[in-house]
C-alpha cells in the first residue's frame, strides 16, 4: 500500500504473464532426463528461495552484496556526474533496492528529481521497495516494470524513442555471473539493442580473486546457501509431486580457477529412486552422481573488456573497493559496425 505522500508517484506496468510453471516443468524434465544431470538457477528463486537468498547477502562470508554497497556508497556521486542531462535510472531485477538507493539518493541531490523503472518479475517486491522508497524520496517518482528482464527490456526499447532523457541502466549484484560467459555477451548485446547513444548500463560485477574466498562465500558456516540450493528439490516436491530425500543429498560448493567459475552441486550420497508422478519420472540416482544447480562466474579485468567490446560496448569508467574483490563497470553503447 502507498501512503498518501506517495499518492500519483507511483504506476506499475504488468509484463505479459510468463507461464512459469509450463517452463519449470520442461527444465525439470529436460534436466533430470539429461545424461549429467542440471537444473537452471532461475527456478531457485521461489518465495522461500527469495527469502533464503536475502539471507545468504547478510552470511559473513557472502562479501559480494557488503562490497558493492560500499562501493556505491563511496562513488554514487562519480557516477551519476558522468551523465550531464537528467537521467531516468532503470535497474534490472531490482529486488529490494537496497543498493540502488546510493544511486537515487545521488541523481535526486543532483537534479531535484528523478524518475525510477525497476524492472522485477515480482510485482510484490516492487511494490515493498518502491512504498519505502517513495516515503523516503519526496523527488521520486516510481515506474515499475513486472516482467522477466528480456520482456521488461523489450518495453524499455519501445519507450525508446518518447523519451528524452538519457538512461542509466543499473545492473548489479553481479547477476552476469550466473550467466554462462557466451550467454552473458548474448544478453548484454540484446540490451544494447534497446539502447541509445547517450544510455549508459552500470554494471556490478564479482572478480577473480583468491579460491578460499570464494569457496567460503558459496558454502557459508551457517548452511545458507546449502539450503538455498536444496530449496529447489522442495520445489519440486511440493510442486510436482516429487518425493525427493533431501537428506540424500549434500550440498558442494567448488571454484574452478580455470572457468573462474563457482560451481554448485547436489551430491547423492547413497543410491536412491525419485518418483515425480506430475512428469510422469521415476528417476535413479547412483552414489556420487551429481546435479548441476548453478554457476557463478567471476570476471578479470581483460574478460570485462572483451565481455564489454563483444557486447558492443566500450567501458567508459570503473569503480573497485581496495581488496579488488568487486567491480562497477558503466558502459557506453557503441555504433553498430557500419551504422
Ligand atoms: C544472484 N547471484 C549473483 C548470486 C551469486 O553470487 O552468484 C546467487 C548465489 N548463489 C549462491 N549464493 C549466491
Known amino acids: 500500500m502507498m501512503s498518501g505522500s506517495s499518492e500519483g508517484r507511483f504506476t506499475l506496468i504488468q509484463g505479459p504473464e510468463m507461464d512459469t510453471n509450463r517452463a519449470f516443468r520442461d527444465d525439470v524434465r529436460s ?31 557472502y562479501y559480494p552484496t557488503r562490497v558493492e554497497a560500499s562501493i556505491l556508497e563511496r562513488v554514487a556521486p562519480k557516477i551519476v556526474s558522468t551523465i550531464d542531462a537528467p537521467p531516468h535510472l532503470i535497474e534490472l531485477g531490482s529486488g529490494s533496492a537496497e543498493k540502488t538507493r546510493f544511486l537515487i539518493e545521488a541523481l535526486i541531490e543532483r537534479h531535484g528529481s528523478l524518475v525510477f523503472e525497476p524492472i522485477d518479475i515480482s510485482r ?13 524520496f519526496p523527488g521520486l517518482i516510481v515506474r515499475a516494470i513486472a516482467a522477466e528482464y528480456i520482456t521488461g527490456l523489450e518495453l524499455l526499447a519501445q519507450e525508446a524513442g518518447s523519451s528524452e532523457s538519457p538512461r542509466l541502466v543499473a545492473w548489479l549484484g553481479s547477476s552476469i555471473g550466473n550467466f554462462e560467459r557466451r550467454d552473458a555477451v548474448t544478453f548484454l548485446g540484446a540490451l544494447r539493442q534497446s539502447l541509445l547513444p547517450a544510455d549508459r548500463i552500470l554494471l556490478g560485477i564479482d572478480l577473480r580473486k583468491d579460491a578460499a574466498v570464494l569457496n567460503a562465500a558459496y558454502d557459508d558456516a551457517a548452511g545458507t546457501t546449502g539450503r538455498f540450493i536444496k530449496n529447489l528439490l522442495v520445489r519440486i516436491n511440493r510442486e510436482l509431486g516429487g518425493n525427493f530425500d533431501l537428506e540424500c543429498f549434500r550440498y558442494q560448493a567448488r571454484y574452478d580457477e580455470e572457468q573462474g567459475a563457482v560451481e554448485m552441486s547436489l551430491i547423492c550420497e547413497r543410491p536412491c529412486q525419485v518418483m515425480i508422478p506430475e512428469l510422469g519420472l521415476d528417476i535413479h540416482f547412483t552414489a556420487g552422481e551429481s546435479i548441476h544447480m548453478e554457476d557463478s562466474y567471476k570476471y578479470s579485468a581483460t574478460e570485462i573488456e572483451a565481455l564489454a567490446r563483444d557486447a558492443g560496448f566500450l567501458v567508459q569508467e570503473c569503480w573497485e573497493d581496495d581488496r579488488h574483490y568487486f567491480r562497477e563497470v558503466l558502459l557506453e553503447p557503441q555504433p553498430e559496425p557500419g551504422s
Do not use: H, N, V, W
Open 31 to 61: 534436466g533430470l532426463l539429461a545424461r549429467s544431470k542440471r537444473m537452471s538457477c532461475r527456478f531457485l528463486y521461489d518465495d522461500r528461495g527469495s527469502k533464503l537468498f536475502e539471507e545468504i547477502c547478510t552470511q559473513p562470508e
Open 124 to 136: 510484490a517486491a516492487l511494490e515493498e521497495s518502491a512504498a519505502g522508497l517513495l516515503e523516503q
